[in-house]
C-alpha cells in the first residue's frame, strides 16, 4: 500500500485534505490516524488570521461553499498546540503554508523548519477565499514560480505546491512551479462558485463567492489530475470530492500517486479509513500487487 512522495515514503495513498480535518485532533476519536498516509493540516499563516463573517458555508447540490479565508491562530500557536499534539502521533505530518506576501509563505516555513515532527510543506497557492495573497499566487504562472522558488530556497523537505482549478491552463501553472522545485503538486482547491436565497434576495455567503468541493467538482478535479500528471514528472495528489474508494482509484488512474479527502470527512468522519481500506481490497480482489500499480493505469 505504500506510496513515494518526493523523499517521502506513505505506508499508504490516503492523506486528508487541508482545512477539513483540522490538525486531526478533532477526528482522533473516528479515526486511527496512524491509518492514513498522512495528514494535512489547515492552512497556517504566518500571524492570525480571523477569516470572513459568516456566513461563510453553504450547502449547494453535491457540494458545498465555502469562503473561510483561512482562519487560523497563526504559526506559533500552532506549533504550541497543534504539532506538538502531533507528536505522539504515527503519522507523517504535511502543514497546509498561507501567505498574504512570498516572505509570508516563507515565514511560516522559516519558523516550522525549527521544528521536528514536520515531514513537509502544501503551499497553498490556490485559496479563493482571501484578498490578497492565496489564488493571486496561483493563476498567473511568474507568481506560481516566485512563491515556489522562495519555498524551495527556505527547505529541503518535502514541498508540495496545491494548484487552482480557477485558470484557463492548469499545466501551465503545474509546469512553472515544477520548473522551480516542487517535489509534488496538488489539485484541485475549490471551484469559485456562489448561490442566493431566494427568500431574501442576498447571496448564501457574506463574502458573495466562495469556493465549491464536494463530488460536484470530481470531474473536474480528475479532468485536470489527468491533464497535469501527463505533462510534469512530479507526483500528483489528487483531490476532489472523493466520498469513496472507487472515487480515490478514479484519481489514481488518471495519473494520482495519492489522494485527499476533504468534504467527505464533514458527512462521515470515519471516511478515511473506509477509503484506506476499501482501496486495499480493491486491490487484492483484482491481484494488483501495488496500490501504485493503479498511479495512470487508465486505458485508452
Ligand atoms: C471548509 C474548507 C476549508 C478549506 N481550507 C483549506 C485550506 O486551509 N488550505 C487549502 O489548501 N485548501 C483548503 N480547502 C480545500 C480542500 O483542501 C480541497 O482542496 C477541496 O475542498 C477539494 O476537495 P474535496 O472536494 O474533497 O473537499 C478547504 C476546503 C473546505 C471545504
Redesign the pocket.
Known sequence: MTVKLGGLELRNPVLT????FASGREFADFVELERLGAV?T??VSLDPWDGNASPR?AETAS??L?S?G?Q?PGVDAFCENDLAWLADVDVPVIV?V?GHSVAGYVGVIERLERETGVAGY?V?I??PNVDAGGMAFGTECSAAAEVTRACRVATTRLLVV?LTPNVTDIVQIARAVEAEGADAL?????VLGMAVDVETFRPKLSRVVG?I???A??PI?LRMVWQVSNAVSVPVIG?????SADDAVEFMLVGATAV?????N?IDPTVTMRIVDGLAEFCHARGIERVSDLTGAMKA
Open positions: 485534505a487541508s482545512g477539513t494535512v489547515k492552512g458555508v457540494g458545498m465555502n473561510i483561512l487560523n497546509n498561507s502544501e497553498n490556490s485559496c496545491k496538488s489539485l484541485i482547491n475549490t469556493g468541493s464536494g463530488p467538482i470530481k478535479a483531490m476532489g470530492g472523493i466520498m485527499a479527502v476533504g468534504t467527505a464533514f
